[in-house]
Antibody, heavy 124, light 111 residues
């Protein structure tokens, strides 16, 4: 059974750096094709994709946030970490991590298991 | 990177059908058959309902179906049930830079 859980601070101050950890089970980031993505959703607003890391270490970032984001993985600890620099109140959102769907020897451009999300509020 | 356009709301009575559109460009929706649809109930994480335009993961009722024509994808929910009342988001893969774009979201109400 695949599960993911986000952890990190619930409150950050403007200009600070946010570090979020996604701890997962039920799959390994050393398996070919596997990936973990990060997403966010401001209160009452739409989902937004932030970043993605693949089993081989390839990474992708939202073009609009690329200069502020870093995604890394710790395969032995089954964790993916997202850092976002220079936080602003507009970054207040629920942050989710999710598993890239794989099955039957194929992987897909979609995400089938999601964490419960963690609300991060940016305020002074 | 602009969000895909969805109608803000849609509604139908129990047993009826509702269709939600998702309009993008040739760089996303029109360029790839990697369209996903997610259902999200209030306070909950998104749930994958459709991927690759029209494929349902196991456990998703066949009342949910997807299609695509040009730069517009669609999700149809047939035989509406009370539990289908939720927000729905489309998403499209958008290229070799490994990025994804989401829709603006549609709130479905079962009357």
């Amino acid at each position: 059974q695949i599960t993911l859980k986000e952890s990190g601070p619930t409150l950050v101050k403007p200009t600070q750096t946010l570090t979020l950890t996604c701890t997962f089970s039920g799959f390994s980031l050393s398996e070919s094709g596997v990936g973990v993505g990060w997403f966010r959703q401001p209160p009452g607003k739409a989902l937004e994709w932030l970043a993605l890391i693949y089993w081989a270490g390839d990474k992708g970032y939202s073009p609009s946030l690329k200069r502020r984001l870093t995604i890394t993985k710790d395969t032995s600890e089954n964790q993916v970490v997202l850092t976002m620099t220079n936080m602003d109140p507009v970054d207040t959102a629920t942050y989710y991590c999710a598993h890239r769907r794989c099955g039957g020897g194929s992987c897909y451009h979609t995400f089938d298991y999601w964490g419960q999300g963690t609300l991060v509020t940016v305020t002074s | 990177q602009s969000a895909l356009t969805q109608p803000p709301s849609a509604s139908g009575s129990p047993g009826q059908s509702v269709t939600i559109s998702c309009t993008g460009t040739s760089s996303d929706v029109g360029g790839y058959n990697y369209i996903s649809w997610y259902q999200q109930h209030p306070g909950k994480a998104p749930k994958l309902m459709i991927y690759e335009v029209s494929t349902r993961p196991s456990g998703v009722p066949d009342r949910f179906s997807g299609s695509k024509s040009g730069n517009t994808a669609s999700l149809t929910v047939s035989g509406l049930q009370a539990e289908d009342e939720a927000d729905y988001y489309c998403s499209s893969y958008a290229g070799s830079n490994n990025y994804y774009v989401f829709g603006t979201g549609t709130q479905v109400t079962v009357l």
